[in-house]
């Protein structure tokens, strides 16, 4: 693997954004310092795809646990089952009366067995380290005598040389002198597991789970960079978890979490309540936001139509109708008459000495008064109320939102 790639070139070693307002110039990355970086990046790829491939495994992009996976079949296939001949991975036992050969003795096992042990009485000791001789004697009932003659056989006390006392463990020999110590280890249920430095030993059928730390574990194997830092993460709770933070739109410390920076170089973290994520495309800007909207579309409406037709009143006949009788008048005409005095009718005696015209009145009847009539006759009204429409409104209907099926989850980010 290559060495710690070096950091950027700036006085304090971290990236600065340019101030237009000061004329200072953001942090140049060099050629140099990225091909390092992608040196690096590489390196470790590298080293991946080895972890990958030494374990039957080849890189799929489509997949985030392939290294994990090769872990645990690296564990699986390259660290062997203790046994007799070899060390390896044992489970553990507090039993003390089995003679397993594949499994260890737990501390709790190991002290049944030296308690029992250090109960038993020492042969070199010749009973001396019988703490109440006379109960011992009065348990075995033996009075005043032994109840069995000393010698080498079957049936008598052992004394002397024989095997029974030479051949017995000695105490102050803590173990050593045991010939067969497998068999010693198997009467005691130790089976294969170690019996010295096994306290911090991970027992292979725990499968982890007694790895004391194992957040440091994850970190030691780099396993925690398999998620980027700054990648969106849904939490199905409201307690957000330690070294993570709930994504509301904050500013977080840009110094103190520099991966996180490299994400959000703005130093503010997005704020995804209530948001849903959009697969970025030519045009659109990463991290800008898109309000709620429908596509762009029409509604037709059509309301049938009616013909009212021609609507008549009823008929009424107002027969005929006179005016007023009027109109009678008469006419005076003009003469000249010698003898005849005027306005009196008769018969003309010549021209008047005074020759002088007058003007005889009502020498002719009146006449003329007369009527006139109108016929009114029978007749109707109508009114055309004609074809017309009528026009809709369509009320608004729905959420105050555009929204799809979901379920809410939190989403946070990893501080780092």
């Excluded at 008047?352 to 009527?371: K, M, P, Y």
Aim: with cysteine; aromatic share 6%.
């Amino acid at each position: 693997m290559k060495p710690l790639m070096k950091p950027i070139d700036t006085p304090d070693r971290v990236f600065h954004d340019g101030d237009p307002s000061t004329g200072e110039l953001g942090t140049i990355c060099s050629a140099e310092w990225l091909n390092d970086t992608q040196a690096s990046i590489r390196d470790i790829q590298a080293e991946c795809i080895t972890i990958l491939r030494a374990n039957g495994l080849e890189p799929d992009e489509t997949k985030r646990d392939q290294l994990w996976e090769a872990i645990q079949a690296a564990i699986k296939n390259h660290v062997p089952a203790a046994s007799l001949v070899g060390a390896g991975i044992v489970q553990l036992s507090s039993s003390v009366t089995s003679d397993s050969e594949t499994i260890a003795a737990t501390l709790k096992a190991v002290k049944i067995a030296m308690d029992n042990g250090n109960a038993r009485m020492a042969k070199d000791r010749n009973g001396s380290d019988i703490p109440n001789k006379a109960l011992f004697r009065q348990n075995l009932e033996l009075g005043n005598s032994a109840t069995r003659n000393v010698g080498t056989t079957t049936g008598t006390v052992a004394a002397g040389d024989d095997v029974r006392i030479t051949g017995a463990m000695q105490k102050a020999m803590n173990g050593s002198d045991i010939p067969d110590k497998a068999a010693f280890c198997r009467a005691l249920g130790l089976g294969a597991l170690a019996t010295s430095d096994g306290i911090d030993a991970l027992i292979k059928s725990q499968n982890g789970a007694d790895i004391p730390d194992k957040a440091l574990f994850v970190q030691n194997l780099g396993l925690t960079e398999l998620y980027p830092v700054g990648a969106p993460i849904p939490w199905p709770s409201d307690n957000i978890p330690a070294g993570y933070a709930l994504m509301q739109g904050q500013a977080f410390d840009k110094s103190a979490y520099p991966k996180l920076a490299m994400a959000y170089p703005s130093g503010t973290i997005p704020d995804l309540r209530r948001l849903i994520i959009k697969g970025g495309y030519v045009g659109r800007a990463v991290l800008s936001y898109e309000a709620d909207g429908n596509k762009s579309h029409t509604h037709g409406i059509t309301i049938n139509g009616v013909d009212l037709g021609r609507k008549y009143t009823n008929v009424f006949d107002y027969g005929t109708k006179s005016t007023s009788e009027s109109g009678w008048h008469a006419h005076n005409f003009k003469y000249c008459s010698t003898s005849a005095y005027k306005d009196t009718p008769g018969a003309g005696l010549g021209m008047h000495s005074s020759n002088t015209s007058w003007t005889a009145s009502d020498r002719i009847e009146g006449s003329g008064n007369h009527v006139h009539t109108i016929y009114i006759g029978g007749h109707s009204h109508y009114v055309d109320l004609g074809y017309h429409g009528h026009t809709a409104t369509i009320a608004a209907e729905g959420n105050p939102e555009n929204t799809v099926r979901n379920i809410a989850f939190n989403y946070i980010v990893r501080l780092a």
